[in-house]
C-alpha cells in the first residue's frame, strides 16, 4: 500500500485530465474485474472528461498534491433521478476515499433535488457492498449478467439521499 498524506475531495478541474488518464490506464486487472472486461484507453478517458457539464453530468476527485486517487460521477437521468459509480485506484483503496466520494455524490443529489440515486455493483465486490449497504442502499434487482461488461452477476441498487443521515 502507498502512503499518502492528506487528501481532499472536490469537484474535478480541467487540468486534472492528465491525472485520471493515469489513474484509469495503471487500474489492475483486480479493478477492472469489477468495472469492465478490459482496460480504458486514453481517448476514452478524455471523452468521459468532455462530457462532465456540472448539469447533467457531474465529477468529483480525490486527490492530494501529486495526482488524482479516485473519481466519482453522477449522470442525471431526469430532476429527480441520477446514477453513480465509484472508482479509487488499487494504491489508495480501503481507506475511506470511496465512502468520501459517495457522501460528496450524496451532497450534491441533496443540492439538486435528486429523491433516488442508482448504483451497480457487481456481486462479488464485497467492500464496495458493504459500503452502500452502510450507507442504505438497498438492492432493487440482481441482473443475470451476460451483456454487460462487468464480471459475474450485477446489482442495481438504489437510495433516497435526502433519508441518508450525514
Known sequence: MQEIEQYRIREVKEHDLE???????????RTLYFLRSNSFTPGEVREMHSRVDGEK????????????LGE?????????SAEFGIIVHDLYQNRGIGQALLKKIIEICREKRIKRLIGFCSEEN??????????????EKIIENHHSSMNGRVLRLSIHPNLVKS
Open 126 to 139: 464485497e467492500v464496495a457492498l458493504h459500503i452502500y449497504k452502510k450507507y442504505g442502499f438497498k438492492v
Open 19 to 29: 491525472g485520471l488518464i493515469e489513474m484509469y490506464m495503471t487500474l489492475s486487472e
Open 72 to 80: 466519482a460521477r453522477l449522470i442525471r437521468y431526469s430532476d429527480t
Open 57 to 68: 453530468i457531474f465529477s468529483v476527485v480525490a486527490v492530494n498534491d501529486r495526482k488524482v
